[in-house]
Protein backbone atom coordinates (compact mmCIF):
# COMPACT_ATOMS: atom_id res chain seq x y z
CA UNK A 1 0.00 0.00 0.00
CA UNK A 2 1.19 3.46 -0.95
CA UNK A 3 2.57 5.27 2.08
CA UNK A 4 1.26 8.67 1.94
CA UNK A 5 2.80 11.55 4.26
CA UNK A 6 1.40 15.41 3.84
CA UNK A 7 3.72 18.04 5.72
CA UNK A 8 2.57 21.11 5.86
CA UNK A 9 5.14 23.83 6.96
CA UNK A 10 5.29 27.27 8.44
CA UNK A 11 2.17 28.34 6.67
CA UNK A 12 -0.03 26.27 9.46
CA UNK A 13 2.53 26.88 12.54
CA UNK A 14 2.64 30.36 11.53
CA UNK A 15 -1.15 31.07 11.66
CA UNK A 16 -1.35 29.25 15.03
CA UNK A 17 1.25 30.99 16.65
CA UNK A 18 -0.61 33.93 15.13
CA UNK A 19 -3.69 33.44 16.92
CA UNK A 20 -1.31 34.56 20.27
CA UNK A 21 0.44 37.18 18.91
CA UNK A 22 0.28 40.42 16.97
CA UNK A 23 0.41 40.46 13.02
CA UNK A 24 3.19 41.83 11.74
CA UNK A 25 2.75 43.77 8.86
CA UNK A 26 4.92 42.54 5.22
CA UNK A 27 5.25 43.95 1.88
CA UNK A 28 5.89 40.53 -1.16
CA UNK A 29 8.73 41.44 -3.04
CA UNK A 30 7.25 42.44 -6.65
CA UNK A 31 9.50 43.98 -9.97
CA UNK A 32 6.97 46.40 -10.21
CA UNK A 33 7.09 48.02 -6.50
CA UNK A 34 9.78 50.39 -5.15
CA UNK A 35 10.03 51.17 -1.53
CA UNK A 36 9.53 54.65 -0.39
CA UNK A 37 10.32 56.03 2.94
CA UNK A 38 7.12 56.21 3.94
CA UNK A 39 7.63 52.14 4.05
CA UNK A 40 10.18 52.34 7.31
CA UNK A 41 7.88 52.76 10.01
CA UNK A 42 10.09 51.36 12.36
CA UNK A 43 11.60 53.36 15.02
CA UNK A 44 14.97 54.72 15.17
CA UNK A 45 17.28 53.29 17.77
CA UNK A 46 18.47 55.85 20.34
CA UNK A 47 22.26 54.86 19.48
CA UNK A 48 21.56 54.49 15.74
CA UNK A 49 24.95 54.91 13.61
CA UNK A 50 23.64 53.90 9.97
CA UNK A 51 21.31 56.24 7.88
CA UNK A 52 18.55 53.31 7.40
CA UNK A 53 18.20 49.80 8.01
CA UNK A 54 15.85 47.44 6.10
CA UNK A 55 14.40 44.55 7.32
CA UNK A 56 14.10 41.95 4.65
CA UNK A 57 13.62 38.37 4.57
CA UNK A 58 12.78 34.92 3.19
CA UNK A 59 9.91 33.11 4.38
CA UNK A 60 8.47 29.27 2.70
CA UNK A 61 5.72 26.96 3.08
CA UNK A 62 5.70 23.75 1.60
CA UNK A 63 3.32 20.58 1.36
CA UNK A 64 5.24 16.97 0.76
CA UNK A 65 3.62 13.66 -0.66
CA UNK A 66 5.82 10.74 -0.57
CA UNK A 67 4.86 7.62 -2.85
CA UNK A 68 6.56 4.89 -3.92
CA UNK A 69 9.94 6.11 -1.93
CA UNK A 70 9.41 9.71 -4.38
CA UNK A 71 8.86 12.87 -2.78
CA UNK A 72 6.25 15.05 -4.29
CA UNK A 73 7.13 18.38 -3.35
CA UNK A 74 4.75 21.67 -3.31
CA UNK A 75 6.30 24.79 -2.34
CA UNK A 76 6.09 28.55 -2.11
CA UNK A 77 9.15 31.12 -0.91
CA UNK A 78 8.36 34.34 -0.61
CA UNK A 79 11.12 37.58 0.02
CA UNK A 80 9.37 40.06 2.15
CA UNK A 81 9.99 43.49 3.66
CA UNK A 82 9.41 44.01 7.15
CA UNK A 83 8.20 47.73 7.90
CA UNK A 84 7.37 48.12 11.29
CA UNK A 85 11.03 47.28 11.89
CA UNK A 86 12.38 48.85 9.11
CA UNK A 87 13.55 52.79 9.72
CA UNK A 88 15.19 55.56 8.47
CA UNK A 89 17.32 58.88 9.83
CA UNK A 90 15.29 61.69 7.46
CA UNK A 91 18.26 63.78 8.30
CA UNK A 92 20.80 62.17 6.83
CA UNK A 93 18.69 60.20 3.59
CA UNK A 94 18.70 60.90 0.26
CA UNK A 95 17.40 59.05 -2.92
CA UNK A 96 20.60 57.08 -2.57
CA UNK A 97 20.45 55.93 0.46
CA UNK A 98 16.79 54.70 -0.57
CA UNK A 99 18.37 53.05 -3.45
CA UNK A 100 20.68 51.30 -1.28
CA UNK A 101 18.06 50.27 0.71
CA UNK A 102 15.77 49.05 -2.26
CA UNK A 103 19.13 46.72 -2.99
CA UNK A 104 18.72 45.22 0.03
CA UNK A 105 15.62 44.24 -0.37
CA UNK A 106 16.03 42.95 -4.28
CA UNK A 107 19.46 40.58 -2.88
CA UNK A 108 16.32 38.68 -0.61
CA UNK A 109 14.44 38.36 -3.62
CA UNK A 110 17.66 36.75 -5.39
CA UNK A 111 18.48 34.64 -2.23
CA UNK A 112 14.35 33.71 -2.48
CA UNK A 113 15.05 32.75 -6.06
CA UNK A 114 17.95 30.43 -5.36
CA UNK A 115 16.34 28.70 -2.71
CA UNK A 116 13.45 28.31 -5.27
CA UNK A 117 15.69 26.74 -7.32
CA UNK A 118 17.88 24.45 -4.73
CA UNK A 119 14.34 23.34 -3.80
CA UNK A 120 13.32 22.86 -7.63
CA UNK A 121 16.59 20.51 -8.67
CA UNK A 122 16.92 18.31 -5.37
CA UNK A 123 15.57 14.80 -5.01
CA UNK A 124 14.15 14.91 -1.24
CA UNK A 125 14.46 11.67 1.10
CA UNK A 126 11.55 10.64 3.89
CA UNK A 127 13.48 13.00 5.72
CA UNK A 128 12.05 16.26 3.59
CA UNK A 129 11.48 18.34 6.48
CA UNK A 130 15.10 18.32 7.93
CA UNK A 131 16.09 18.75 4.61
CA UNK A 132 14.25 21.77 3.62
CA UNK A 133 15.13 23.56 6.79
CA UNK A 134 18.58 22.92 5.89
CA UNK A 135 18.63 24.81 2.57
CA UNK A 136 16.63 27.27 4.33
CA UNK A 137 19.20 27.58 6.77
CA UNK A 138 21.92 27.65 4.22
CA UNK A 139 19.98 29.86 2.13
CA UNK A 140 19.62 32.65 5.06
CA UNK A 141 23.26 31.94 5.84
CA UNK A 142 24.29 32.85 2.24
CA UNK A 143 22.39 36.04 1.99
CA UNK A 144 23.39 37.35 5.19
CA UNK A 145 27.24 37.11 4.27
CA UNK A 146 25.85 38.68 0.83
CA UNK A 147 24.34 41.29 2.30
CA UNK A 148 27.35 42.18 5.16
CA UNK A 149 29.18 42.06 1.27
CA UNK A 150 27.19 44.45 -0.11
CA UNK A 151 27.18 47.32 2.99
CA UNK A 152 31.24 46.91 3.32
CA UNK A 153 31.92 47.28 -0.68
CA UNK A 154 29.54 50.19 -1.25
CA UNK A 155 30.80 51.91 2.10
CA UNK A 156 26.59 51.85 3.43
CA UNK A 157 26.04 53.41 -0.14
CA UNK A 158 28.45 56.20 0.30
CA UNK A 159 30.78 54.97 -2.97
CA UNK A 160 28.78 56.18 -5.62
CA UNK A 161 31.33 53.73 -8.06
CA UNK A 162 30.55 50.55 -6.37
CA UNK A 163 26.87 51.49 -5.74
CA UNK A 164 26.63 51.69 -9.43
CA UNK A 165 28.02 48.46 -9.97
CA UNK A 166 26.38 46.51 -7.32
CA UNK A 167 23.06 48.09 -9.04
CA UNK A 168 23.79 46.79 -12.36
CA UNK A 169 24.76 43.56 -11.06
CA UNK A 170 21.79 42.81 -9.01
CA UNK A 171 19.55 44.25 -12.17
CA UNK A 172 21.28 41.72 -13.95
CA UNK A 173 20.96 38.64 -12.00
CA UNK A 174 17.13 39.36 -11.24
CA UNK A 175 16.91 39.52 -15.02
CA UNK A 176 18.90 36.42 -15.66
CA UNK A 177 16.72 34.69 -12.80
CA UNK A 178 13.42 35.67 -13.98
CA UNK A 179 14.07 33.75 -17.12
CA UNK A 180 15.30 30.47 -15.41
Not at 61 to 73: F, I, T
Request: proline residues 3%; hydrophobic residues 40%; charged residues 30%.
Amino acid sequence: MDKIIAIWMCFFLGMISCLSQEIVETIPWQSQYRLKWSDFRGPVPVDAVPAATTASGISYRYSANLMHHEVDLDFEVTAYFYPDESWYRPSVCDDNVLAHEQLHFDISELYARKMRFKLERTAFSENVKKEIRDIYQETLNELKDFQEKYDWETNFSRNLETQAKWNARIAEALERTSRE
